[in-house]
């Protein structure tokens, strides 16, 4: 009997189990109306990768708020009403054997935009878009919207919205909630000293930065039933002087461990215009396998993860507990299915595709 592949061991976390350690990476796929609620696009998009063998299946960024949101087409969860939406494409995920997930996300200074297609122009409030807000008045880049610093009242509310959307995904069937604290949207955008030039609790020195991220988990952890796990995506460097580095983001995996969160995400960048990983994003991969070992937390990498025995690699060696992938995902939506052929591990393709394999 030959032994299971690393990454196809399962894993459990709370109440979940997942079948194998691949992870689909949340992407924004900007296929609302305006109004946030989801679409078949997204039972098509999720349920094809689900079907297709991963472990778990985590939906694109998906706004607090209205105001949260990167543009008006992007998916929400701030009504019972997008919860319905959403039902069906978690009860499809989960019915494939796969975790439902659902990334919870606020935008901040980089909302009210043109989806990228159309070119990421900032979108103002006359055409339909809202004023942005943010810890610090600093516009995103040179055509960012400028922002208007965030009240305590706004911060307050910012948080309840948080822990609100993640009602809302339980609602809707979702068992993973990860909390968006990457890539310069609004957690971020606090986390930084690029960003955050305030001088109340919520700027200044490290506690004061991380205060938002850490009130936002453990909000969200106390609306969440004991079996629904809690992860958390982070840039682990803004990869810009002066800005937030490794050893910040260890320190806050530390913190949002003791906060309830299950899982962190090692992404990098976006906090600026050139805030990007020197060579691709395959460069912040190493940063999942030193939050595991400086943390405790379990880590998830994500960055050019493509082939099979790479990511095999990856869990093996311990560099990681489960891979996130996302443009090779894009490529193929049987990934999982055929990493386990590739490395020889039992993942039975669907029923009703059974004949595509062996003759
Ligand atoms: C189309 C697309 C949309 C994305 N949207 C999100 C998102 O909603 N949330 C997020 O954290 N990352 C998002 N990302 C980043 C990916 O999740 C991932 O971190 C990045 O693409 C690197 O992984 P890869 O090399 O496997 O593509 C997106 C990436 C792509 C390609």
Redesign the pocket.
Known sequence: MLKTPSLFTPLEMRGLRLRNRIGV????MYACAPDGLATPWHLVHLGARAAGGAGLVVA??TSVAPEARISLADLGLWSPAHAQALKPVAAFIEAQGAVAGV?LAHAGRKGSTQVPWVGRRSVPPSEGGWSVRAPSALPFGPHGAPPQTMTAEDIARAIFQFAQAARHAVAAGFRYIEL?L??GYLAHQFMSPLTNQRVDDWGGGFDNRVRFSREVARAVRAALPDEVALAA?LSVSDWLDGGWEPGDAFRLGRLLREDGVDLVVC?SGAIAPGSAPPGG?GAQLPYAARMRSETGVRAGA????TEPAQAEALIADGGADVV?????M?RNPNWSLHAAQALGAQAPWPLPYARAVGG
Do not use: D, K, N, T
């Not at 990476?25 to 924004?28: A, G, L, Q, R």
């Not at 994500?302 to 993860?305: E, F, P, R």
């Not at 996130?324 to 090779?328: I, K, P, T, V």
């Open positions: 990476s949340p992407m924004c694109e960024a990334q968006h990457a890539h995506r992404s994003p994500v960055g050019a993860i996130f992938l996302a443009r090779a894009l």
